[in-house]
């Protein structure tokens, strides 16, 4: 006797011929170079960089309450290239993220979800992230 799950694995394509359905609708079923697709995944991504930046930023402000010594360690550290690096890179989640969440408001009035102005938005997601990255950092280098 066969397993139930086994006949559920079978299915019809658009075609009407008989294909093998996946286990799940993961990396085989969708192509990951869609707009959509790749800015659904690096907003969870930025999500989960936003949270360890959050980690980084508590860190430093402990340091600064224990002390001067222990605050130069770790000021001394987000100065160093590798420490400006991770911090860029922290800014620029905050405003993908950022971007990307207005970008949800949008969707959320149920606008913005035709695949042309889902492209354009997607892109205009990016270009503001990349934007409004290089833009902190110009002011940041310009004050410090």
């Known amino acids: 006797m066969k397993d139930v799950r086994e006949a559920l694995m079978v299915g019809r394509n658009t ?5 093998r359905r996946p286990l799940s609708p993961h ?3 969708y192509n ?22 959050t980690l980084l930023l508590t860190a430093w402000l402990v340091s600064a309450a224990a002390g001067d010594e ?3 360690v770790v000021q001394a550290l987000l100065a160093s290239w590798i420490g400006v690096l991770v ?5 620029f989640a905050l405003f993908y993220h950022f971007c990307n969440g207005i970008r949800h408001l949008f969707w959320d009035t149920g606008r913005g979800f035709e695949l042309e102005a889902m492209h354009r938005n997607g ?3 990016i270009a503001g992230a990349v934007v ?4 902190f950092w110009i002011v940041g280098f310009l004050v410090w």
């Open 15 to 19: 075609e009407g011929k008989l294909v």
């Open 27 to 29: 990396l085989q079923a």
């Open 32 to 53: 990951m170079m869609q707009m959509s697709s790749a800015t659904s995944i690096f907003h969870r991504a930025t999500g989960i960089a936003l949270g360890a930046g």
């Open 70 to 72: 222990a605050f130069s």
């Open 87 to 91: 911090l860029m890179g922290f800014t």
């Open 123 to 125: 892109r205009m997601v």
């Open 132 to 135: 409004l990255t290089v833009a």
